[in-house]
């Protein structure tokens, strides 16, 4: 992974966004909620039999109330989530460019990931609440059940190489990647 870039930030910080314009700049992003969603389906038996149901709106919000539930999940699905970032950088890193690996969870499980540039995606926690509630249609208490089930996002800036202040609309994040992009190595 040594020509990788982690992309990371908390929830409804922007990284989906950042993502997407990072890839219309000609980058590489390995993206470890799409691995996930395969991996949902492949493992569907696996998460059925611990959760009782596939319905990933009901599952998310047992996780995000609960950390053995969330335990589980992640014992399910982490290993083979990380398996496939590293085959997928082992290709990307034969290229010789810079990409980006979005790991939303990347602090959490930091120790799981030989990566030191992290680019993070921060949003106050008031601006991610809000987001939550307004984009996703989540009640106030599971948002900030979210919210609060990840390392806070002040904590995260603090051991960040770069951080985007994505407290703006998509405008301005897009100048702010931008601007990223020019200084950057």
Do not use: C
């Amino acid at each position: 992974m040594k020509n990788a870039i982690v992309l990371t930030g908390g929830v409804a910080s922007g990284k989906s966004s950042a993502a997407r314009f990072l890839r219309a700049r000609g980058f590489d992003v390995i993206d470890a909620d799409a691995i996930s969603r395969e991996l949902f389906r492949e493992f569907s038996e696996a998460i059925e039999a611990v959760f009782g149901t596939l319905d990933r709106a009901a599952i998310a919000k047992r996780v995000f109330a609960n950390r053995n539930d969330r335990a589980r999940l992640e014992a399910i699905l982490h290993p083979p989530i990380r398996e496939r970032i590293f085959a997928e950088s082992r290709e990307l890193d034969g290229s010789g460019k810079r990409y980006f690996v979005d790991i939303p969870l990347f602090f959490e499980n930091k120790d799981q990931y030989p990566i030191d540039d992290v680019l993070l995606i921060y949003a106050p926690r008031s601006t991610q609440l809000k987001r939550l509630m307004r984009d996703r249609g989540v009640s106030e208490q599971s948002a900030i059940a979210m919210i609060d089930a990840q390392i806070p996002i002040d904590e995260k800036k603090k051991a960040a190489k770069w951080v985007i202040d994505n407290d703006g609309d998509l405008d301005d994040l897009r100048l702010q990647i931008d601007r990223f992009l020019q200084n950057a190595p």
